[in-house]
């Protein structure tokens, strides 16, 4: 063995044990002659002491170690000296006395710190080796895969099945563009890579397989967005026989147990709570509360149906006013509320209105005055107002009030530490729309293949957009987390989805034919759920990016500046595969090398 021990594994009790320990030169100081190295490898930090006087040689070679150089170091532990003890550090109350050492390989000068110092990104990233090597990376990692083994634990313990699936497929139905490639032996003909196991995962349903589970890879060409990947990873799941009540259960023990392995155990208290779509937008102003942010937002129209205000009278009888209480939230200066007030309209409300529930419980408002006391009272009591909060007030469409009331209810916990607390706030929300409205029509929100709800089946052709679906999600802490639904298992429903998106049958024959073909022999009742697996490692690291909980991950652009992916190919790859590039393409290509 190249070592006795790791260098986060010695303690007191090892004092006196001859030891050989490998790793990186955390740190070289020169302590009035005496060398102390910090000797680093996944597991932690050890001390190294080299003394000119007892071991001239290795001080030798000690003095030339610089930063990151790999050293084999043997010698004796030690107790460290009265005062010099680091109770920051597991190893800290011992050193190890070097009497050889020996260098493994050296290292240049570092393009980039490796302490806790700002670095750009794209410096990180194309020296992800070495930027792999910080703590902060090290566990997140780690992290990343206890909970995917936990997952693994919980699911087999669940009696799923896992099943690995093909990635050179052909389209699945998300939504988003696919990643294509050109196949060699049928030139001009494309696989693309899979946005999910979706159709594959149903395959195994009518193939018989009960329940199924894959920690899948997914790939999505989808525009720069914030904190998103092209490529992710997805617990992907499916069962026959089922009804969303099992799958709930299913997920909250994985999605349970990972909170376990990440020390959060004791956010996750299954079940979950529920929110219909409806209700979630009606409440929070958006299909992903942040049940962390406060009181949820209030309709008060029918305070103002009589109202000689006009403005909410009118709103009153043709939309809404709602309302939504900031707890202690009064304490804004008057520039601060305006500034809330032009937020509001950037967010797509005509106006705002706010009162504040002063000492004395009366409301100071622009707008008191045109309101009687019953009215202001009533805003009051129907908002739990106490002294000392701010209520805000939306008067437009009921789903805009909501949905700027939902949009400033986070923007103002967040700078005010709700959001961001310690807390975990788990939800499902239930009952998507069947359909939103598309370029050509209505369009499956989440994918053709989901369930409508059985009291709406009527409404499939006249009223598509008032269909509610068998669709959830997971949402943690105002993030999606995951999505599934109880697909479709009968045929001639299928066939009325399509009718009402209109897809044509040769649309539907060539993306999802093979699929319908095996629906022809028997399909059990299912459904499934997928969960994305950086993100719900992202939110137990406690990381503001999905990038820090994946190893070699990708730019917002989609680039990967440590291998320059994507790159152009040669001339002959593309020929081989029948391709060529256009002259605009070429021209752009040429341009490129020139600068
Ligand atoms: N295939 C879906 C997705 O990846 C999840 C599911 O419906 O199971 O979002």
Redesign the pocket.
């Known amino acids: 063995m190249m070592r006795t021990h790791t260098c986060g594994e010695l303690r007191v009790q090892d004092v006196d044990v001859q030891v050989t320990l490998c790793g990186w030169a955390d740190r070289v100081r020169d302590h009035g002659g005496v060398l102390f190295i910090d000797l680093r490898d996944t597991h932690g930090v050890t001390q190294v002491v080299v003394h000119p006087e007892d071991t001239p040689s290795v001080f030798a070679i000690g003095e030339t170690v610089r930063a990151e150089w790999v050293l084999s170091v043997a010698g004796k532990v030690a107790h460290r000296p009265d005062g010099t003890v680091n109770p920051d550090l597991h190893t800290g109350e011992i050193e190890v006395v070097a009497a050889a050492l020996e260098p493994l390989s050296k290292a240049d000068a570092l393009p980039l710190p490796l302490d806790d110092s700002p670095v750009d990104e794209r410096l990180r990233l194309t020296h992800r080796s070495l930027d792999l090597r910080r703590e902060r990376l090290q566990q997140n990692l780690q992290l990343r895969a206890r909970i995917v083994s936990s997952i693994r634990q919980a699911m087999e313990s669940q009696d799923f099945t896992e099943i690995e699936t093909p990635t050179l497929i052909r389209s699945t139905p998300?939504g988003a563009r696919d990643f294509i490639v050109p196949s060699r032996l049928s030139p001009g003909s494309c696989y693309a890579l899979p946005?999910?196991p979706?159709i594959y995962?149903q395959l195994l349903m009518v193939g018989g397989f009960d329940r199924y589970y894959q920690i899948a890879r997914?790939w999505r060409d989808e525009d720069a967005r914030a904190d998103r990947q092209l490529e992710f990873t997805?617990l992907?799941l499916?069962a026959s026989f089922c009804h969303e009540e099992d799958v709930y259960q299913w997920v909250e023990k994985a999605v349970g147990a990972a909170f376990e392995v990440g020390g959060r155990g004791a956010h996750f208290t299954p079940p979950l709570p529920r929110l219909t779509w409806h209700d979630a937008i009606r409440l929070y102003g958006t299909d992903k509360p942040d049940l962390r942010a406060g009181a949820p937002i209030e309709d008060l129209s029918s305070l103002f149906l009589e109202t000689e205000f006009q403005a909410f009278a009118a709103a009153a009888h043709k939309g809404a006013v709602r309302g939504w209480r900031a707890c202690g939230g009064g304490s804004r200066s008057r520039k601060e509320l305006d500034l809330l007030t032009v937020r509001a309209k950037e967010l797509g409300a005509q106006g705002l209105v706010w009162m504040v529930v002063e000492a004395d419980r009366k409301l100071r408002s622009p707008i008191a005055k045109f309101l009687s006391e019953a009215e202001l009272a009533g805003v009051r009591n129907q908002l739990h107002g106490d002294p000392g909060d701010l209520l805000l007030l939306v008067a437009d469409e009921a789903r805009v009030c909501s949905e700027v009331l939902g949009a400033l209810r986070v923007e103002i916990a967040a700078p005010r530490g709700h959001a961001v607390e310690d807390g975990m706030a788990l939800l499902w929300v239930t009952e998507f729309p069947m359909f939103e409205p598309g370029e050509n029509g209505p369009t499956p929100l989440?994918?053709p293949f989901?369930a409508p709800h059985p009291d709406d089946l009527e409404k499939m052709q006249t009223a598509p957009f008032e269909v509610r679906s068998r669709a959830y999600d997971l949402v943690v802490n105002g993030v999606e987390l995951g999505?599934?639904?109880i697909r479709i298992h009968d045929r001639d429903l299928q066939e009325r989805v399509f009718a009402a998106i209109g897809m044509p049958a040769d649309e539907i024959a060539s993306r999802f034919g093979f699929l319908l073909h095996a629906f022809r022999f028997g399909v059990p009742p299912h459904g499934?759920?997928?969960c994305g697996i950086d993100r719900l490692a992202m939110v137990l690291a406690d990381e503001p990016s999905i990038r820090e909980l994946i190893a070699f991950p990708k730019t917002q652009s989609g680039a990967d500046p440590l291998s320059g992916a994507p790159a152009p190919v040669t001339v002959q790859q593309l020929d081989d595969v029948g391709l060529l590039l256009s002259p605009e393409v070429r021209a752009q290509l040429a341009g490129k090398t020139a600068t």
């Open positions: 998300e946005q999910s979706q995962k997914c997805q992907d499916e989440h994918h989901t999505s599934g639904s499934g759920f997928a």
